[in-house]
């Protein structure tokens, strides 16, 4: 790739992600695209920072697809994103001028994040008391609420529905951050729904990348 990119692994072999620091502008993106119909009139209603978004992920997943002509991009009943004609799960994220993008056999989900301090002013939304209690109260403890957050966000997207509690309907087990990757495991409970996945961590700089995958379904 001509890209910034910071990282680009296959995960096992059924599983490849991506990451990198968009620097290209729009006029980058949609030379390289041929873009469907349905993908102009979603492009069409954004502008701004949402637009270079919205293209430099559909050009990353892309490129990760290993697919000579490209398929459309598009999003089902519930806002969740998928490739036309394509029998894999894919999953996007955006954090400033960040973009991540994560194909699977399995239900997937990826979310990527810059660290910042005032996540501390959420944790209360999202955190449950039983992981609280392994949280050490330490400088670390941003890192760890990035982590739950991240977690829980890329199992809220694998999940691929709306309507989950964060705190009622999902839980990450215990972990420890490490300097370099870190994994743990997380459930979604909700109605008839049992998920459980296998979650990633990987601190990259100032960012922190987390992605999940749902174990069986």
Not at 37 to 43: C, F
Request: negative net charge.
């Amino acid at each position: 790739m001509s890209l910034a990119l910071l990282t680009h692994k296959d995960v096992d072999s059924q599983t490849v992600l991506g990451i990198w620091k968009v620097e290209e502008n729009d006029h980058f993106f949609e030379n390289g695209l041929h873009l469907f119909s349905e993908e102009q009139q979603e492009l069409a209603l954004l502008k701004g920072r949402k637009r270079i978004e919205w293209l430099s992920s559909r050009y990353l997943l892309h490129q990760l697809s290993n697919v000579t002509d490209r398929y459309p991009c598009l999003k089902d009943a519930f806002g969740k994103p998928y490739l036309q004609h394509y029998d894999r799960y894919i999953s996007l994220s955006h954090s400033s001028e960040y973009t991540a993008a994560l194909i699977s056999d399995h239900p997937c989900g990826i979310d990527v994040q810059v660290i910042v301090p005032k996540i501390s002013r959420i944790v209360s939304k999202f955190v449950r008391e039983d992981e609280f209690a392994f949280i050490p109260e330490t400088s670390n403890d941003i890192l760890y609420y990035h982590a739950v957050w991240g977690a829980k966000e890329s199992m809220y997207k694998a999940y691929g529905r709306k309507g989950l509690d964060f705190k009622k309907e999902m839980q990450v087990t215990h972990f420890e951050i490490l300097k370099d990757s870190f994994s743990f495991t997380g459930k979604v409970s909700k109605d008839h729904f049992h998920g459980q996945y296998q979650i990633h961590c990987q601190i990259i700089n100032s960012i922190i990348l987390v992605y999940a995958i749902q174990e069986s379904f």
